[in-house]
């Protein structure tokens, strides 16, 4: 973890597991029979000021639990670089406890002004499993602000299907 990395409170793998079981609970289907896509949000989550001022700074909102692969994504971040030239740049991420890192949307400006981005193209069914999902900052901002970030997603849970 980066010096300026911060873990927010929110949806975690163990949250991922009660919704899915539930489903399934509902559905009459054993625990074993675990798969399937679902959809998740963190719901807005405070981006403190010092979250966006420097290089490598990193905020993660979310561990995804474990065989779970990510069929879409979208990022909403309010204003966080207040100036009128501004410099913010970061990419999404999602991290393993080694450090790992794959870039799921790389170099976003939205934080300049406030925005949404989505997952890029080639990344679909992206193995997420016991990852963090979260930001790291590639240009500090100008004029960093607080504000919020929102996730909103899909994943598949389980072993992926195949096709013999």
């Known amino acids: 973890m980066a010096a300026g990395t911060q873990n927010l409170s929110s949806v975690n793998a163990y949250t991922f597991a009660s919704i ?13 029979h675990l798969r399937g896509s ?10 403190a000021a010092t979250n966006t001022e420097t ?19 979208l990022v909403t971040i309010t204003d966080v670089d207040t100036n009128a030239t501004p410099t913010l740049v970061f990419d999404v991420i999602v991290e393993n406890s080694a450090g790992t890192e794959v870039v799921l ?19 679909f069914l992206t193995d997420v499993s016991e990852k963090k999902l979260g930001i790291k900052v590639v240009t500090g901002s100008a004029t960093a602000a607080a ?18």
């Open 20 to 32: 899915a079981k539930r489903q399934m609970r509902d559905e009459r289907l054993p625990d074993d």
């Open 105 to 123: 949307i790389n170099d976003a400006t939205i934080g300049q002004a406030g925005g949404t981005d989505e997952l890029d193209a080639n990344l």
């Open 55 to 73: 290089e490598a700074d990193e905020l993660f909102v979310l561990t995804f639990p474990e065989k779970c692969y990510l069929e879409h994504l």
């Open 147 to 164: 504000g919020t970030i929102t996730f909103k997603g899909r994943v598949w849970l389980g072993n992926l299907p195949t096709i013999a």
């Open 38 to 47: 679902f959809s998740f949000t963190t719901g807005a989550r405070t981006v």
